[in-house]
């Protein structure tokens, strides 16, 4: 439907339409950093490989804004939007994107092991499931510190079958872990199908009892509902009342990585999950509610002059020293493995 | 007659070869059927040779190489695809303590022809976890074969002599050298497992290289010509079984020694050429053994970085004239 | 109950009298082994490690009794029971048991590795949850040859909570293998109860939904009980139903390994296993049905004097050449690792 | 004062210590707690510190170490145990490709201050995949300190130094020196990484050990005291950081090495030390670099095969006698 038919006269704004605004501007901002990232890989400026969130940012925002400061986010390779969500500033992410020193990672991650621990980003992890028992071991030493810190692990749907999610989904039940494992099913692995190798129809919900855990799908493409399931979910780690799993069924526009076309997916499918997208379908939703059109467009602006801005930083910035890559392997800020 | 193909069409020119020579070679890996593998090495082989013999898995390492060992020890000779060979790193307990020790543990009651092929090594700006070179990995291994070629003919012949092998091979194709293209000369190719080649000769310096490493020696080499020094080359192709002779005989001529290879510093294989050499050809050698490897460092990612810290060619040729000064 | 009470006449014998008196022998056979060997290791002559089915064998014997000749068996450490019901001789293992150069595998795999390839056992393999993955291999070759092999590997409660089972049963679904998955579930890892660290009741049977497969508890210490469940689930991945998961309830008489006296184990619990112990229990049915206790005797007689046989040639034979370390790591028969 | 213990009492001695000293010392493993652990190496930590802070696990290697790596980003020191160190292959990807990376990736921003103890090593009857010496492994990997004490003050004063260092160290206890005694004084011990120890002084050739061939090494130097070989022994104790100046300088004086490892032959530590000394020490050596190591094979399970592969003291003078004559 289009936006215009929605829309109702502005008016006082609410504490729901300040949520609705924040969860807005962080689909939007990622949106475009992501759309951003996509153009400087094809000129050859993000080097190696870059795995974008296009279509999936409304789990990244939902999940973002119930989570409280302190607490830890984990993701994947897939992970520019998890790290933005938490505050991260734009130009350090892109600096890293690019290989410069201005990068969160000084040029050393790259665009697979986004960090930013101040802003409680505790790494993109780029090997299938290993962060999963990791995010468990922050969710022990928070329960052991008494910190009330929660721990959210946002992973992909292929990455169910691995045994790294069995170990940690077991032992996060069994120790009552404050963790929250977040299943972003986009259908897809790379360039295979999730239902062609996986036993059941929900990889993660349908596993949930094999952990003594509920089963719980959302709707990844609707901002509101995420926010929801993860309010929930994380106030409930923090009470005391331990993990949850939630599968979020969502959908990217692109392909898996780099310049993959995707085209090993149905076009009826594709054009199905584009009615779906999340920035104009929510922006139509706002608008419904009577949210003045001209504050979308302001925060829309916003975020592309923010985009700019990261961009001409990162850019400008300067590759990482050669000294650097002997630095920070050890403690003492060196690499020396010998006396 | 004989045509210029890549490295990575290589690999699915021996796969298709030996799918053909033997209806037992059944190959699985991860988006290797319908995508023809996330590095397009496996292109067309589930369109010729159909899903019961090329299937793709979920990621699930240890599943794959324990179907691929149940298999061989039934009678099929698989082949899995492990897609990036740091990911060996979550299948390591079937690759280090099941497959090479079963054959072992029941004295020959347990035969398993299998082979695990994998994209190996840096370049390509991946960063630290899909950029290791872990062919040593392998090497340590009492029961493991390791094979790892430097250009598209012997991709063919040793892929083709891995399959055919009786004992389990890790086949390690380096990443970076997939787009490179060489000769290959048509029909059949299979080659022997265990045979090094000279590729460069020389009488003042041995270089012992493998993989990406071989053409960067080779390179080396023809500087070190200019420099009037004479440098010979040696592509292991195989770390096991390792060519100890054709090294030897080579150090016995020159009297010195420079391993080149992509390893991290500490217990890489140069290390152990080293100690073959320190202790077989002693009285022969006119200089210090020499290895040039990658710092003991994981991979950085930025271009800038990774370029700087891979072994390059001048950093060959200045171990090589420090050895031989 | 005492086995008189139940005593009658004397009858002619039925299919199922030979099926049942053919299971007696296998438990009679594998109680008498095990208990042999458990002397033979406090007497230093079994050295390293042993891990007994003392308690655990109508498992064993269900299923070796329900598996075709060619059918493939995988078991763990804990493997002498699963050996012997395959037909593997006594000799053979009391020799590997002894290090012996008469062993099945020539003293060079010990009591963890027993195998007899020719007896379709695969394997015993001493690193939890490796062989769930291995026995999808050979049931796939099974099936890609179509041979209506069946393969089925047995493992304890303690191996659910390892990656390697989650892979294993998630690809055994997705490609319909002929393979069954046996949880010998004796309530304990080594010296720690599975409840303590399990998310779930029942290890195996409440994760079987997690790879679409009906969840299946049998009284592991009952041999007619096993036996069906084990004919029922080999029959159906024979013609093509794929796979099954069976939890098997049962315990250990003895501790996990060696000397383990099994201490941390309540009184109550072990007495009240005692009960249920498989072997008089099962002797006491047949009687009541009206089995001649001749027949069963004269089983108890056959297996003492196997036993006393097989540990006679082990004890006799000599220790493995000090030439054979260096035979068959390849197939060429030699070690070499160079040309 | 000093008093007599074991090896094995020496682990819950320095893990007591380290958890009085350090409230944020945390121990988790499998049958560690309740059971004292499968060598009883653990007893008493359970009574003594609680629940909490001693927990059981269950058979998951992965959680167990990714738990410690995600509670030492964040504010634990924690010690995990893999009971045999074979299992350091269920759980390589933790160990060779998540924690040691992880500070280097993120430059600096990630501190992982834990330790990952493990049994290993072999003489115990238990078979290929229970007795494997894999201290290399660790070694090969980038951004690992990998210790291996040979008695039971070194297991106190290095384990305590381990826990203590703010970078994840490997700590192998040499299984079958478990049972074995040695003087440990009163009190606090602390030692420091990277610091070798001579253990028997010599000038004729240079024997440098670890772990369990320590012993072996010292009665080696004693018996070929009477052949007339002066043998000198040093106890690496680290092989991250390795302490190259007191082996370089030992074999300047001596002129001659041999090396002394459980590892199977390719790729072993000692094929590092050999290298390092064949690069560093080259113009003072007088005789070939020689190891002495288990042979390439799975080690076999019969105590008479065990036993005859392991390197033992004869081989040892065996070796010394050749490179020295
Ligand atoms: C252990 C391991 N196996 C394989 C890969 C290669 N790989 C990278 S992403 C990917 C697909 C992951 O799919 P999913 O979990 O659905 O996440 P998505 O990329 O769809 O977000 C694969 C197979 C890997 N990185 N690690
Ligand atoms: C990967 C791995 N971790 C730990 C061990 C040590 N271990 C040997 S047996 C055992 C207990 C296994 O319990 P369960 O699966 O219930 O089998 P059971 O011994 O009771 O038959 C453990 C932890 C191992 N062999 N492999
Ligand atoms: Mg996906
Ligand atoms: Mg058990």
């Known amino acids: ?339 | 007659m004989a045509e210029l193909i890549t490295y990575r069409d290589a690999v699915a020119r021996a796969l298709a070869q030996e799918m053909e020579h033997d209806p037992s070679v059944y190959f699985i890996g991860e988006d290797v059927a319908a995508a023809g593998g996330v590095f397009k090495a496996t292109k067309g082989l589930l369109e010729e040779f159909g899903p019961e013999r090329v299937r793709d898995t979920p990621i699930s390492e240890e599943a794959i190489l324990g179907a691929a060992m149940g298999a061989a020890m039934t009678g099929l000779r698989p082949v899995a695809e492990i897609m990036f060979s740091d990911f060996l790193a979550t299948c390591w307990d079937l690759v280090a303590v099941e497959i090479p020790k079963s054959r072992y543990m029941t004295d020959g009651q347990v035969s398993l022809p299998l082979v695990i092929r994998t994209a190996n090594g840096g370049g390509l700006r991946f960063g630290a976890q899909h950029s290791q070179a872990v062919e040593n990995w392998a090497m340590a291994i009492p029961g493991l074969k390791v094979v790892a070629p430097s250009n598209p003919r012997d991709v063919i012949g040793l892929l083709a002599a891995a399959i055919r092998d009786p004992d389990p091979v890790v086949f390690f194709e380096q990443k970076s050298l997939y787009p490179s293209k060489g000769e290959v000369p048509d029909g059949e190719i299979v080659d022997t497992l265990g045979v090094a080649s000279t590729v460069h000769s020389g009488s003042d310096v041995t270089i012992v290289a493998l993989a990406s490493m071989v053409p960067r020696a080779v390179a080396a080499a023809e500087e070190l010509e200019g420099l009037g020094i004479s440098a010979e080359v040696i592509d292991l192709r195989c770390l096991v079984p390792l060519d100890t002779a054709t090294v030897v005989e080579s150090v016995k001529r020159t009297s010195r020694l420079v391993t080149v290879e992509e390893n991290p510093r500490l217990c890489g294989w140069g290390a152990e050429i080293v100690s073959i050499v320190a202790e077989e050809c002693f009285w022969h050698l006119d200089g210090p053994l020499t290895r040039v490897t990658t710092p003991h460092i994981p991979l950085p990612s930025a271009d800038a970085l990774e370029d700087a810290f891979l072994p390059s060619v001048s950093r060959i040729v200045e171990a090589a004239q420090k050895v031989v000064q």
């Open chain 1, 1 to 339: 439907m289009s936006t215009t038919e929605l829309e109702t006269t502005p008016r006082e704004m609410s504490d729901a339409d300040h949520t609705s605004l924040g969860l807005y501007e962080q689909v939007v901002r990622i949106r475009t950093f992501e759309e951003r990232a996509y153009r400087l890989f094809m000129e050859g400026l993000v080097k190696g490989t870059s795995h974008l969130s296009l279509g999936m940012e409304a789990i990244a925002a939902g999940f973002g804004a119930a989570m409280r400061r302190d607490d830890y986010t984990f993701c994947t390779y897939r992970g520019h939007a998890h790290t933005l969500a938490r505050g991260t500033p734009m130009a350090g992410v892109m600096g890293e994107l690019l290989g410069r020193a201005s990068g969160v990672c000084g040029g050393k991650g790259g665009s697979m092991h986004l960090t930013s621990v101040e802003h409680g980003v505790m790494g993109s992890y780029a090997i299938i499931g290993a962060h999963l028992p990791i995010a468990n071991g922050a969710a022990w030493s928070a329960q052991a510190r008494g910190s009330g810190q929660v721990a959210v692990c946002f992973f992909g749907d292929g990455t169910t079958n691995i045994g790294a999610f069995h170990e940690a989904l077991n032992l996060a039940k069994v120790w009552n872990l404050p963790v929250v494992f977040v299943c972003e099913n986009n259908l897809y692995m790379e360039y295979t199908a999730i239902g062609e190798v996986t036993a059941v129809e929900h990889p993660a919900a349908d596993r949930a009892s094999a952990y003594g855990l509920e089963s719980i799908i959302v709707d990844g493409n609707d901002p509101d509902a995420v926010y929801a399931v993860a309010t929930t979910a994380i106030d409930r780690a923090r009470a005391g009342g331990g993990p949850s799993l939630i599968e979020a069924k969502t959908y990217r526009h692109g392909g898996h990585s780099r310049a993959d076309p995707g085209q090993y997916r149905p076009e009826e499918e594709v054009a199905a999950w584009m009615q779906r997208d999340p920035v104009p379908t929510y922006r139509a939703r706002l608008l419904g509610a009577g949210i003045d059109e001209a504050l979308l467009t302001a925060i829309e602006q916003r975020a592309q002059a923010d985009v700019d801005a990261a961009t001409e930083q990162a850019r400008a910035a300067l590759p990482p020293d050669l000294q650097a890559a002997y630095t920070n392997v050890w403690a003492d800020g060196g690499s020396s493995w010998r006396n």
